[in-house]
């Protein structure tokens, strides 16, 4: 697609339910980076992809966050036991490879746990 | 842990007038990065900057990236209205993982009519 995709834009869910929010990066771009945005704040990050490489998790807050890329395309980022300080704004970003291309960003997944 | 210093934090200025956001660390960045976000959507990349040194201008936005690579400056001449939003600095370092890109926490900037 011409960028980057992300769904659901909103999602409220009950405390201790699992989410899954999705990426769908710009189509050839080897790079795909998850992160996370608290209100009015900058970003955290979570998690990498590179191609064919094993992904670099060290951003990852606790182990009920996973992701997986599958075909080195599309992206889910799976919350499991959703607490209230899970919620924020998920920003799915993806790069041609090298970080000096820059990121395009998908518009995000607001997160709400109630 | 490598950490990415904004100010300032907020900034509300009038229609016209010229502002500075900086971007500072302890440590030498291989790259730096400058963003601009809107509510309700990601950030949108303004500049590339990677030589220490280097201005670059893009219409009424001026970067600067500090000699020794460790700090950075966005400069706006006669802002607009349009200029609302959050700016984010982000850099890539030279030492440790630098495949991802770390950011500041970034400057909400406000131009009033």
């Known amino acids: 697609g011409a960028g980057v995709s992300q769904s659901p834009s909103n999602k409220v869910t009950e405390k201790g339910k699992d989410v899954e929010l999705r990426c769908d990066p710009i189509?050839?771009?080897?790079?795909l980076y998850w992160y996370r945005q608290s209100l009015g704040q900058g970003l955290e990050f979570l998690i990498y992809f590179q191609g064919n490489s094993a992904p670099d998790k060290s951003g990852l807050p606790s182990d009920r966050f996973s992701a997986e890329r599958t075909g080195g395309s599309v992206s889910t980022l799976t919350i499991q036991r959703t607490q209230q300080e899970d919620s924020a704004v998920y920003l799915c970003?993806?790069?041609?490879?090298?970080?000096?291309?820059?990121?395009?960003f998908g518009s995000g997944t607001r997160l709400t746990v109630v | 842990t490598q950490l990415l210093e904004q100010s300032p934090q907020f900034l509300s200025i009038q229609e016209g007038e010229n502002l500075t956001v900086y971007c500072n660390s302890s440590?030498?960045?291989?790259?730096l990065q400058w963003y601009r976000q809107e509510p309700g959507e990601g950030p949108v990349l303004l500049v590339t900057v990677v030589t220490g040194g280097e201005v670059k201008k893009l219409k009424r936005l001026t970067f600067q990236f500090g000699d020794a690579r460790k700090d950075s400056s966005l400069h706006i001449t006669a802002a607009q209205p349009g200029d609302t939003g959050l700016y984010l600095c982000a850099g890539g370092f030279s030492s440790g993982s630098a495949r991802q890109l770390t950011f500041g926490s970034g400057t909400q900037l406000t131009v009033l009519p």
């Open positions: 189509s050839g771009h080897t790079a």
């Open positions: 440590s030498v960045f291989s790259s």
């Open positions: 970003a993806s790069s041609p490879g090298h970080i000096n291309y820059g990121y395009t």
